[in-house]
């Protein structure tokens, strides 16, 4: 069954520095999502992407975030100066059309701010 | 906007025991509902989708009735068992441009011998 892929599944990193978390969505999907889930606590949608564009994006999704789809297959987000509270799992999900179809997340990048 | 509400966990059961987690949502249009399973560590998977009103969802003996009258989906199965035991998300699909979903809070499911 095709599955997304996300790397890495962990990572630490010092606050202040900046961070890449790397998705492969399914290969025929047009819809891609980033949540995140902070330790114990709901998941919460971050931003959807289409047509190289944001589609929507939460109030969380502030200038410190930014997504790309720099080549055909990597879907990437990133966060430019990371503070204590985006430690959290970060969720990567893309979907055939916007209705959701074939909706699947990835199994999650825990990102842990020291 | 949306929001999706469940009840409050841990749910604590013995094995074979009837399970029902309760899920109601507030919506506009006709959002598709869904619940999700989070086991220890691992990431999300769908577990049942419902995309209209009397739809019922089903899946490894879980099911779930998308009902629109008293806007809620809530999960039950017969006979749970230990292997059951994971966090449990209700969420919803609304119909904008790309379908995000929005999240219950979960409920955390502990089966017992």
């Known amino acids: 069954e095709p599955e997304v892929t996300q790397t890495p599944s962990h990572q630490v990193t010092q606050m202040g520095q900046e961070v890449i978390l790397r998705c492969v969505p399914i290969?025929?999907?047009?819809?891609f999502y980033w949540y995140r889930q902070i330790l114990g606590q709901k998941v919460e949608f971050l931003v959807s992407?289409?047509?190289?564009?944001?589609?929507?994006k939460s109030e969380i999704f502030d200038d410190q975030f930014s997504v790309e789809r720099p080549d055909g297959s990597n879907f990437t987000l990133k966060i430019r100066s990371t503070k204590l509270e985006d430690s959290a799992m970060y969720f990567c999900a893309s979907s055939e059309n916007r209705k959701g179809v074939g909706y699947t997340f990835g199994s999650g990048t825990r990102l842990t701010v020291v | 906007g949306n929001s999706v509400t469940q009840m409050e966990g841990p749910v604590t059961l013995s094995e074979e025991a009837f399970l029902t987690i309760n899920c109601t949502y507030t919506a506009t249009g006709y959002p598709s509902l869904f619940w999700y399973v989070q086991y220890p560590g691992e990431g999300l998977q769908l577990l049942l989708k419902a995309t209209k009103a009397d739809d019922k969802g089903s899946n490894k003996g879980f099911e779930a009735t998308y009902r629109k009258e008293t806007t809620s989906f809530h999960l039950e199965k017969g006979s749970v068992q230990v292997s059951d035991s994971a966090v449990y998300f209700c969420?919803?699909?609304?119909?904008?441009?790309?379908?995000?979903?929005?999240f219950g809070t979960g409920t955390r499911l502990q089966v017992t011998l």
């Open positions: 290969s025929n999907h047009l819809y």
């Open positions: 969420a919803l699909s609304g119909n904008g441009t790309a379908s995000k979903l929005t």
């Open positions: 992407f289409y047509n190289n564009e944001i589609s929507e």
